[in-house]
Every structure is written in structure tokens, then in C-alpha cells.
T-cell receptor, first 111, second 110 residues
Framework: QKEVEQNSGPLSVPEGAIASLNCTYSDRVSQSFFWYRQYSGKSPELIMS????GDKEDGRFTAQLNKASQYVSLLIRDSQPSDSATYLC???????????FGQGTTLQVKP | SQTIHQWPATLVQPVGSPLSLECTVEGTSNPNLYWYRQAAGRGLQLLFYSVGIGQISSEVPQNLSASRPQDRQFILSSKKLLLSDSGFYLCAWSFPGELFFGEGSRLTVL
């Protein structure tokens, strides 16, 4: 059974702090990894993709991938109340759109 | 740019009634299309995917069916809804491995 595991949270951080979201996956052949942000009642929005080991930065967001440890993380710097949402980690084992999603981590950024 | 539209956005249906959710994609041709469901307190589950007109693959045996009558149209249907069909239904397209979702259709079965 291919799985993606996330801590459901909620993860609470003060405004301006760094939020760290973590994800582990079980399928070693997975080649691409994604982070989606989902506001309450809305559909998921792709915010980061990462395909190789190391860090990938995009604005306040940094995705980190460690394939040896089967671990993906998302760092959000200078967290804002508007970052409060559920963050879904997804893994693509076959380079199709048949992603395997984690349950999501709820992030609360307090002013 | 590519856009994806779903409708209806919200619907409440009685048990045993039929269902039809529609999804269309603009700005691309021959897209791979997907139906996912997000039930309350659960993760996103892939229901169907399609690589072309009339080509449907089912990921989970269930009360639902899908059809792709046109290149950029994807329809999710049921003849008789169950309580367990309640959830947030998301249509998506992929390019090539990244997945992009529509606005979603929230179904409540009573």
C-alpha cells in the first residue's frame, strides 16, 4: 500500500515565524513531489513542486526533498495569517496525474 | 492559459437520486483528466482518470461512473446515490505530472 503520511496538526505559529511542515512517503520509486495549499471550503492549489534532492525556493516557500530518507518538507518563512490553511503533500510515483495525497496538515498563523 | 471549470458548485441530493457533475477544460487539447473525491476528514482519493475521448480508468470500485464524450469534457455520474457518496468532488487535469484542480463540487446526500 503506497502511503503518504502527514501530521494532521493543527500547527500553530505566530505571525512572522517559520512554519515547518513535514511529510513521509513509502514508495521508493516516486520521482516527483508536490505541496498543495487548501483553504477551507476551496479546492487545493499547487504551490510547490520538487523533483530532485535538496532545496527549492520560491518566494517565502522552500521545499526540501530527501529521497534516501523518503522525506519531504515545506518551510514557510515570515508566516502570515493568510497562510492559515491545510497543506497537502502529494507524491507522484508514475509521472501521471495519479497523485497519492497525505491527509494534510492544518496550519494556523496567529497575529 | 489553461482553465478548468466544474458545475454545479454545490448540490444536495436525496439517497437514491441520480447525479451528474460536469467538468470542462479550456486552453489545452487532449488533456489527461481526473476525478478525485475528498470526503470529510479524509484525504483526496482518485476515482477515475482519462487519457482521451471514451477512455476511462476506474481506480476504486463504487457507485459512480465517468464518461468523456468530448476532448475537454469529463462527466461524473451515478444512477442511485448513497449516503457515502457525500463529499467534495474535484476535477483535475495534469501537465505533464503536475495536477491542477477545478473549483470543486460539494455534494451532500441526505
Amino acid at each position: 500500500q503506497k502511503e503518504v503520511e502527514q501530521n494532521s496538526g493543527p500547527l500553530s505559529v505566530p505571525e512572522g515565524a517559520i512554519a515547518s511542515l513535514n511529510c513521509t512517503y513509502s514508495d521508493r520509486v516516486s520521482q516527483s513531489f508536490f505541496w498543495y495549499r487548501q483553504y477551507s471550503g476551496k479546492s487545493p492549489e499547487l504551490i510547490m513542486s520538487i523533483y530532485s534532492n535538496g532545496d527549492k525556493e520560491d518566494g517565502r516557500f522552500t521545499a526540501q526533498l530527501n529521497k534516501a530518507s523518503q522525506y519531504v518538507s515545506l518551510l514557510i518563512r515570515d508566516s502570515q495569517p493568510s497562510d492559515s490553511a491545510t497543506y497537502l503533500c502529494a507524491v507522484n510515483p508514475s509521472n501521471t496525474g495519479k497523485l497519492i495525497f497525505g491527509q494534510g496538515t492544518t496550519l494556523q498563523v496567529k497575529p | 492559459s489553461q482553465t478548468i471549470h466544474q458545475w454545479p458548485a454545490t448540490l444536495v441530493q436525496p439517497v437514491g437520486s441520480p447525479l451528474s457533475l460536469e467538468c470542462t477544460v479550456e486552453g489545452t487539447s487532449n488533456p489527461n483528466l481526473y476525478w478525485y473525491r475528498q470526503a470529510a476528514g479524509r484525504g483526496l482519493q482518485l476515482l477515475f482518470y482519462s487519457v482521451g475521448i471514451g477512455q476511462i480508468s476506474s481506480e476504486v470500485p463504487q457507485n459512480l461512473s465517468a464518461s468523456r464524450p468530448q476532448d475537454r469534457q469529463f462527466i461524473l455520474s451515478s444512477k442511485k446515490l448513497l449516503l457515502s457518496d457525500s463529499g467534495f468532488y474535484l476535477c483535475a487535469w495534469s501537465f505533464p505530472g503536475e495536477l491542477f484542480f477545478g473549483e470543486g463540487s460539494r455534494l451532500t446526500v441526505l
